[in-house]
């Protein structure tokens, strides 16, 4: 057995060659399983073997106080942080790429680092990425390279690389037709409740300790608060819902209602959420807005329509249809009246759709 030591030299006394160095002892053994990365770290470029010939491309960024609030770590466990960042940033593209119906095969990593982050800091952010690539639907996923720069904020970007599951087949936002179920897999709501926790402990005078709950609600709010720090998006539902006859497909991220809006629009149709099956969603997360001083009684709600980042993945399906192991029914498709716009609605509902990269 080899024990690593902590390296706590800082990014700047390490310097860039001795960077690379340390974050290939993290990926190396990771990316030794990937027949399908024919060259990676090392060189100018990575090759990928890729035998569709058809490669699926996305790319994701976390900034910081936009996506993440480096005090939701304040007296957790140093590599916690790091570790749950990296996750959450391959997760994102991840979940993208299985949104396709594409299997992840390689990731690109850009790092912005202040001078001041350490060694560790960066090996542990590495170990979060492998974490997120050795997760059923991912366990193909190298880590091809990137790029490392010095700057005064961190920054985190990565670039997904995916084969169709099945060549010349992709699940898109443009195909949901007249008659089609909606069907979700994955939690509704779990990362904005998350959000609401570790945005209520940052405000209080005591930080994290309003999250040591003891009792029922504790395994529930401990689910979302990893739902928003490290999603684990269901990345093996994409391939699934195709082989089901999914007719269309996106992952979650910008909130239920603003999102299926994006789907209904791009393929033309109208789709009506079922408000009955979302309210039984947003009652399991009573509890935890119940938890949440001062949030209002409908906050549950506000998670379920609107709240983003839970990564699960929306598809379209003719009916009927059997649904896939994991999705259950949200909503239907129908087409628009005259004169009437595409989009998504939820009867009676007058929250807010979503996020908005560009508003917040
Ligand atoms: N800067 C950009 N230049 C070119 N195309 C872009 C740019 N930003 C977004 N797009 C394209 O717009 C589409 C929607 O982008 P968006 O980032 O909303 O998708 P997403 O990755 O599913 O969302 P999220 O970032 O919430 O995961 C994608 O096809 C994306 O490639
Ligand atoms: C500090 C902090 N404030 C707000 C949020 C919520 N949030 C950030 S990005 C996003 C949607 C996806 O974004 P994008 O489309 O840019 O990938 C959401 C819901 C957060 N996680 N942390
Ligand atoms: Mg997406």
Redesign the pocket.
Known sequence: MTFMTVDSRTVSQAGEDAMVAAICQIIDPHNAEHAGLLLGPGDDAAVLSCTSGQPVLTT?TLSA?????RTWWEGRPMEEWPRDLGTKAAA?NLSDLNAMGATPIALLVSLTLPPEFTVQWVQDFYAGVVRACSQPGAMGCAVAGGDLGSGADMSVTITAVGEPHQPGRLLRRSGARPGDILGVCGRLGYAAAG?ALLEQAVASADRGAGLEVQGAAAGLLAECLEA?KRPQPPLTAGAAALRAGATAGMDL??GLLRDAGRLARASEVKITLDEAALNAEARSLEPVAQHCEGAPYSAASDWVVSG??DFGLLATFPSPAELPEGFRIIGHVAETAPGESAGAVLPGWTGAPG?D?MRG
């Not at 106080?65 to 609030?69: C, E, T």
């Open positions: 994701d106080d936009q996506d993440y609030r994102q959000l928003q991220s910008d983003g980042e996020w990269s």
